[in-house]
């Protein structure tokens, strides 16, 4: 009687402990992808916002064509990127609206009546409070993709991973040459 009460407390016990792992796995996975949502957000906020600047700049700028149809392709390529879960493309299109976005305050800096527009200063505004979002979008991205690594390399839970469908995920990291965000003051 004793012994079958033993086996069946350690069945039970271990039971628990499956279940446990199973949905903590579980748990730190959806927290990573949730704050891969919160980059997306971010990105498709920036992207918003960019054609306003676009539009405020090319009322000043209409000669400067080139530089509008590259925002317009860097936005469609980061729209593009914010529907799918590759963390690096998502970086790479990031990367390449930066660089459009930074033409756009060159050809802003040309222009002294465009920057005392409160239309502009107000778009340069909002657009700096996003650039503070989306970094902090990054590093709790990553925090997250830490804690979830961290399990998934780590015994007992590492056990689990292929019953909880969970694997490692990448770092969000920016892409080479470009660590910092683009400069947008003036």
Do not use: C
Not at 40 to 54: F, H, K
Not at 176 to 185: F, H, I, L
């Amino acid at each position: 009687m004793i012994p079958t009460l033993i086996v069946i407390a350690v069945l039970v016990i271990l039971a628990l402990f499956v279940i446990t792992g199973f949905n903590k796995l579980r748990k730190a996975d959806i927290a990573a992808q949730e704050a891969l949502g919160g980059i997306d957000i971010q990105l498709t906020r920036r992207a918003d916002l960019i054609p306003n600047l676009v539009e405020t700049v090319k009322g000043y700028a209409a000669h400067e064509r080139g530089v509008f149809d590259e925002v317009t392709q860097a936005r469609a390529a980061a729209a593009g990127a914010a529907r799918g879960n590759d963390v690096a493309a998502k970086a790479a299109a990031e990367q390449q609206l930066d660089q459009a976005l930074v033409r756009v305050m060159a050809v802003a800096e040309n222009y002294p009546e465009l920057k005392a527009s409160a239309n502009f200063e107000s778009l340069q505004t909002q657009l700096a409070d996003t650039e503070n979002q989306l970094s902090f979008a990054r590093q709790y991205y990553n925090d997250a993709v830490a804690k979830l690594n961290g399990l998934v390399r780590t015994i007992p839970w590492m056990l689990m991973t292929g019953m909880a469908g969970v694997k490692e995920r990448e770092f969000y990291e920016a892409p080479e040459g470009n660590v910092a965000p683009p400069t947008v003051s003036f």
